[in-house]
């Protein structure tokens, strides 16, 4: 097999490939040969068809097959030769074809960049640290309080908070517009659903009562064509219902997994849970620092286009999955969510993704069978039955592998750490949550 190399770019490859004829033609006449002791034909009988009439009549789909078998394989073994890492799927230009002939073809792909490894130096690391107060636990419970809470019919008038079924019908110059009106429509004071000014409208209204609010939609407003348009909404209100927080008892307590227990053991299971979200905030914070640290090392490290697509598409998939979308071959998901709203995210994960694999083979690290289970089981806490859920992922390879992927990672950030100055930042729980939220 001949090889030759070509460099059009910092990244790209174009490789022209030669395959002796006899491969091919080899591996066809094997192909037909076997396929001759099967195949049924009208007037032959099974396992006598002459090879003159299998090649007449499947010589030509079988040269299709063996052609692309051929190109794929032999394009392996080229990079392999000329110690080449493809990124991606190479782009393949056939030049001869012939029957009798030599096999050439043309493949032009990027390639891995070459990466060399930089000493990591002292630098700065801000941890944030934070104690679960009495404070923080009530203010939870009062969350799950309000979650399984009733809503009864207000004998006051609308307040912040508040639910208020109303009838409202707006108007732009007085003209009616598309969606401007609802019946029987609830909404939450204080929910920012509605335009700035709707729901502090409300605040004041009783039931029967009807009120007029002179608005004014956002310059942002979704909808371009409403966008800074003065309107008139005039509004019913039907009914006032403010909500009655559940009761801390048993029932609230089993709703959140505590079957047996008392406000005691609930506070105490909400603190561990609480413990365990700002130990991964926290965790997910330093670790976002060092990989920020990384990246500025490598900030000139040119990346494979290839990969930054092929990432920007996982990255769209996910989102349209994650709103509830079902992908179809109908639909057109780059009109829907554009390159632009994944490319600088995509890029930063590809380049810390290739960066870090050169790390982590440079140190030899292996995943620590250890923190590997103390990570499954981490993950298996929170559910019932923990035990089988520790068991399933021992026996899903799939989800194994993910876990000491994410171990491995782990161990390279603590071996990084290593070199750091960490100074530690009393943060409030609320705090520490917030600043999980930023770490994606």
């Given at each position: 097999?001949?090889v030759d190399v070509e460099t059009t770019?910092?990244?790209e490859?174009?490789?022209?490939?030669?395959?002796?004829?006899?491969?091919v033609?080899?591996?066809?006449?094997a192909?037909?040969?076997?396929a001759?002791k099967t195949v049924?034909?009208?007037?032959?009988?099974?396992?006598?068809v002459p090879m003159?009439?299998m090649k007449q009549?499947?010589?030509p789909?079988?040269?299709?097959?063996v052609?692309?078998e051929?190109?794929n394989?032999s394009?392996?073994?080229a990079v392999?030769q000329?110690?080449?890492?493809?990124?991606g799927?190479?782009n393949?230009?056939p030049?001869?074809?012939e029957?009798g002939?030599?096999l050439e073809?043309?493949?032009?792909f990027e390639?891995i960049?070459?990466?060399?490894?930089?000493?990591?130096?002292a630098f700065d690391?801000?941890k944030?640290?934070?104690?679960?107060?009495d404070?923080?636990?009530?203010?939870i419970?009062?969350?799950?309080?309000?979650?399984?809470?009733i809503?009864?019919?207000?004998s006051?008038?609308?307040s912040?908070?508040?639910?208020v079924?109303i009838?409202?019908?707006?108007?732009?110059d007085?003209?009616d517009f598309?969606?401007?009106?609802r019946d029987?429509?609830?909404i939450?004071?204080?929910?920012?659903?509605?335009?700035p000014?709707?729901?502090?409208g409300l605040?004041?209204?009783?039931?029967?009562e009807e009120?007029t609010?002179p608005?004014?939609?956002p310059?942002d407003y979704h909808?371009?064509?409403?966008?800074?348009?003065d309107?008139?909404?005039?509004v019913i209100?039907?009914?006032?219902?403010?909500?009655?927080?559940?009761a801390v008892?048993?029932k609230?307590?089993?709703?959140?997994?505590?079957k047996?227990?008392d406000?005691a053991?609930?506070r105490?299971e909400?603190?561990?849970?609480?413990?365990?979200e700002?130990?991964?905030?926290?965790r997910g914070r330093?670790k976002?620092?060092?990989m920020?640290?990384?990246?500025d090392?490598?900030?000139a490290?040119?990346?494979?286009?290839a990969?930054?697509?092929?990432?920007i598409q996982?990255q769209?998939n996910?989102?349209f999955?994650?709103?509830g979308?079902?992908?179809?071959?109908?639909i057109?998901?780059?009109?829907i969510?554009?390159?632009?709203m994944f490319?600088?995210?995509?890029?930063?994960r590809v380049?810390?993704?290739l960066?870090l694999n050169?790390?982590i083979?440079d140190y030899?690290?292996?995943?620590?069978?250890q923190?590997v289970?103390?990570?499954?089981?981490?993950?298996?806490?929170?559910?019932?039955?923990?035990?089988d859920v520790?068991?399933?992922?021992?026996s899903?390879q799939e989800?194994?592998?993910?876990?000491?992927?994410?171990?491995?990672?782990?161990?390279?950030?603590?071996r990084?750490l290593?070199?750091?100055?960490?100074?530690?930042?009393?943060c409030?729980?609320k705090?520490?949550?917030?600043?999980?939220q930023?770490n994606?």
């Amino acid at each position: 097999m001949q090889v030759d190399v070509e460099t059009t770019s910092s990244l790209e490859r174009r490789l022209t490939i030669g395959v002796p004829a006899d491969r091919v033609e080899n591996e066809i006449l094997a192909r037909l040969q076997k396929a001759s002791k099967t195949v049924r034909l009208s007037g032959f009988r099974p396992g006598k068809v002459p090879m003159k009439v299998m090649k007449q009549r499947f010589g030509p789909s079988v040269r299709q097959e063996v052609l692309g078998e051929v190109m794929n394989q032999s394009f392996q073994e080229a990079v392999i030769q000329e110690n080449l890492r493809p990124a991606g799927s190479p782009n393949i230009e056939p030049k001869n074809l012939e029957s009798g002939n030599d096999l050439e073809y043309v493949a032009t792909f990027e390639v891995i960049p070459e990466i060399t490894i930089k000493n990591i130096d002292a630098f700065d690391i801000e941890k944030p640290t934070t104690e679960i107060t009495d404070g923080d636990i009530d203010q939870i419970i009062e969350v799950f309080r309000k979650q399984h809470g009733i809503w009864n019919a207000a004998s006051r008038p609308a307040s912040n908070g508040d639910v208020v079924n109303i009838d409202y019908k707006g108007k732009i110059d007085g003209d009616d517009f598309e969606g401007g009106s609802r019946d029987a429509f609830d909404i939450e004071i204080g929910s920012d659903s509605m335009i700035p000014g709707f729901e502090e409208g409300l605040i004041g209204c009783s039931p029967k009562e009807e009120i007029t609010l002179p608005l004014r939609f956002p310059d942002d407003y979704h909808k371009k064509d409403l966008q800074s348009r003065d309107v008139t909404f005039t509004v019913i209100v039907n009914d006032v219902k403010e909500l009655e927080p559940a009761a801390v008892d048993e029932k609230l307590f089993a709703a959140y997994g505590l079957k047996d227990g008392d406000e005691a053991g609930f506070r105490k299971e909400i603190s561990g849970n609480m413990e365990r979200e700002s130990k991964a905030a926290i965790r997910g914070r330093v670790k976002q620092q060092v990989m920020d640290m990384i990246i500025d090392k490598y900030d000139a490290l040119e990346i494979p286009s290839a990969l930054i697509n092929q990432e920007i598409q996982a990255q769209r998939n996910r989102m349209f999955q994650n709103i509830g979308g079902q992908l179809d071959q109908n639909i057109n998901l780059n009109e829907i969510l554009p390159d632009q709203m994944f490319s600088e995210m995509a890029e930063k994960r590809v380049k810390l993704a290739l960066i870090l694999n050169e790390y982590i083979q440079d140190y030899k690290l292996t995943a620590d069978g250890q923190k590997v289970r103390e990570t499954i089981e981490e993950l298996a806490s929170t559910y019932e039955k923990p035990e089988d859920v520790v068991n399933w992922y021992y026996s899903n390879q799939e989800q194994l592998a993910s876990v000491e992927s994410q171990v491995v990672e782990d161990q390279l950030v603590d071996r990084f750490l290593e070199s750091a100055t960490i100074k530690e930042v009393p943060c409030s729980y609320k705090e520490v949550l917030s600043l999980a939220q930023q770490n994606g």
